[in-house]
């Protein structure tokens, strides 16, 4: 069965850096797109970058400049370096993969069937 399990959490003050990883297994071929996203409390969850089959990669208007999402496709890794951390990306971070096209597009939660159980970033 496939599995996506994150890693590199934790806390960090303003102005830091994290990396998180999402170790993909049990897939028959490289998923369409790879997707982090993130959730607080009470709200849904949001995209914050995406990466496609052929390596395009696309990013949340928040993120952009300070986030990268990049794939190991020999490691079967995908990281998401996150840089100048800022207190509003304090939530938990998950790893998704979309097997095929779907819905709305890479960006959108409703689009991935596989969820990793996510990674807390907490930024202070």
């Known amino acids: 069965h496939v599995q996506l399990v994150e890693s590199g959490g934790g806390s960090v003050q303003a102005g830091g850096s994290l990396r998180l990883s999402c170790g993909a297994s049990?897939?028959?071929?490289?998923?369409?797109?790879m997707g982090w996203f993130r959730q607080v409390p009470g709200k849904e969850r949001e995209g914050v970058a995406y990466?496609?089959?052929?390596?395009?990669?696309r990013y949340a208007d928040s993120v952009k400049g300070r986030f990268t999402i990049s794939k190991d496709n020999a490691k079967k890794i995908v990281n998401l370096q996150m840089n100048s951390l800022k207190p509003e990306d304090t939530g938990m971070y998950y790893c998704?993969?979309?097997?095929?096209?779907?819905?709305?597009?890479?960006?959108?939660?409703?689009?991935?069937?596989?969820w990793g159980q996510g990674t807390q970033v907490t930024v202070s």
């Open positions: 998704a993969a979309a097997r095929w096209p779907l819905g709305l597009g890479c960006m959108f939660a409703s689009s991935y069937g596989d």
């Open positions: 990466i496609e089959r052929d390596g395009s990669t």
């Open positions: 049990g897939y028959a071929s490289s998923p369409y797109c």
